[in-house]
């Protein structure tokens, strides 16, 4: 079965404007961490903002914010006032601990293009 | 520059020849991970070293083949590859359970002819 999920393949949005990328996830552990990357053309994966399990309130990190809703193992990333920038694959994941180890498991990623 | 280093970040190799991935890591991390990154599919997790030991291999094929001698260095042998191998091979490394999660290398670009 899937753990993440990311359902858009591909998003379009005006630069200025806010963009929601949705991420779903399945475990039955109580505690996880769930992680938001940005993969630009160049290939290098960047890590935005982390969200623990047991947080209650939704991370942010400038522009970025996680809409974090336990209950319906949501993990959104709001992207405010969009850039060109901003253009790149992003990987919603989740960290697992499993056989002594830490291991993240990644979604297939949202193709995000902003519109100038 | 991200912590972690990948060289080549390109590589074109046939299906007869060995080449190794190396990955270097001074962040003092002590995990490190190998990922394959195909078009249009979640990325792969191959293998996975804590502490310079090996705790996974998600049933690689053995033409893959991992070493770790320290856990600063991560190298991937490769040998008879096939045309499919080809792929963005991504070298992560953590610390337990930091909330920054890993740290990636910039990937090797593998062509496989």
């Known amino acids: 079965a899937q753990k993440i999920t990311q359902t858009q393949p591909g998003m379009f949005v005006q630069e200025k404007e806010a963009v929601t990328l949705d991420c779903t996830y399945d475990?039955?552990?109580?505690?996880?961490?769930l992680f938001w990357y940005k993969q630009p053309s160049s290939g290098e994966m960047i890590f935005l903002i982390y969200?623990?399990?047991?947080?209650?309130q939704n991370a942010t990190e400038g522009r970025y914010s996680l809409n974090f809703q336990k209950a319906r193992k949501s993990a959104n990333l709001v992207i405010s006032a969009s850039q060109l920038g901003d253009s790149a694959m992003y990987f919603c994941?989740?960290?697992?601990?499993?056989?002594?180890?830490?291991?993240?498991?990644f979604g297939t990623g949202t193709r995000l293009k902003v519109l100038a | 520059e991200t912590g972690v280093t990948q060289t080549p970040r390109h590589l074109v190799m046939g299906m007869t020849n060995k080449k190794s991935l190396k990955c270097e890591q001074h962040?003092?991390?002590?995990?490190m991970y190998w990922y394959k990154q195909s078009a249009k599919k979640p990325l792969e997790l191959m293998f996975v070293?804590?502490?310079?030991?090996?705790?996974e291999n998600n049933s690689v094929p053995s033409r893959f083949s991992p070493e770790c001698p320290n856990s600063s260095h991560l190298f991937l042998h490769l040998h008879t590859l096939q045309p499919e191998d080809s792929a963005l091979y991504l070298c992560?490394?953590?610390?337990?359970?930091?909330?920054?999660?890993?740290?990636f290398g910039s990937g090797t670009r593998l062509t496989v002819v």
């Open positions: 070293y804590n502490f310079k030991e090996q705790t």
């Open positions: 994941a989740m960290r697992e601990y499993t056989s002594g180890t830490y291991k993240y498991i």
């Open positions: 475990t039955s552990d109580q505690s996880y961490g």
């Open positions: 992560a490394s953590s610390q337990d359970d930091s909330p920054y999660g890993y740290t």
């Open positions: 969200q623990g399990s047991y947080d209650e």
């Open positions: 962040l003092g991390h002590n995990a």
